[in-house]
């Protein structure tokens, strides 16, 4: 079989000659406030605070064995 990237894929990747590397905390501050799926973080607050107080519960209840 036949590759069609064989010619660039074991190439060295030097960078762009007109922009300069972006630093990587700038960079990272771009993708931060994307939020792919809305409401998450707050329901998996709220699904560890119910498997934190079942825990506890739970806990409770063996010790008075």
Excluded: Q
Aim: charged fraction near 30%.
């Amino acid at each position: 079989m036949n590759n069609n990237y064989d010619d660039i894929i074991n190439t060295e990747w030097k960078g762009s000659k007109t922009h300069c590397k972006m630093n990587l905390t700038i960079r990272a501050k771009i993708f931060m406030p994307f939020a792919a799926l809305k409401g998450f973080e707050e329901l998996l607050k709220k699904v560890e605070n119910e498997v934190n107080k079942s825990n506890e519960t739970n806990n409770a209840e063996i010790l008075k064995f």
